[in-house]
């Protein structure tokens, strides 16, 4: 089982960036994916999921509005679209699997059972 994130990047406030996340050896397409995000010194916390079905859920207010996530399980792979970014957004961003047993989105990060390795988001000027 694998999930593997890219895309995180230097950039400037006001700016653009695709975080993808690429899964192998799980169905991918039975399974919720949340992106999550953890900035030096704090919590890790929710961004926003989507469902098996691709029911969406935000779990940031910040990132409601700017930010889109979506999925294609024909490459078995999960996106955040980032938009508007602003210096509070830096932070490593995961992704996360939790199998959905039809009860769609999980909130908490200890109820996902695959993550990936992260990758850095620095916004910046």
């Known amino acids: 089982v694998q999930l593997v994130e890219s895309g995180g990047d230097l950039v400037q406030p006001g700016g653009s960036l695709r975080l993808s996340c690429a899964a192998s050896?799980?169905?991918?397409?039975?399974?919720?994916i949340g992106w999550f995000r953890q900035a030096p010194g704090k919590e890790r916390e929710g961004v926003q999921c989507?469902?098996?079905?691709?029911?969406?859920?935000n779990f940031a207010d910040s990132a409601k509005g700017r930010f889109t996530i979506s999925r294609d399980n024909a490459k078995n792979t999960a996106y955040l679209e980032m938009n508007s970014l602003k210096p509070e957004d830096t932070a490593v961003y995961y992704c996360?699997?939790?199998?959905?047993w039809g009860t769609g989105c999980r909130h908490h990060p200890w109820e996902y059972d695959y993550w990936g390795q992260g990758t850095q988001v620095t916004v910046s000027s």
């Open positions: 050896g799980f169905t991918f397409s039975s399974y919720a």
């Open positions: 996360a699997a939790n199998r959905d």
């Open positions: 989507i469902s098996s079905s691709s029911g969406r859920t």
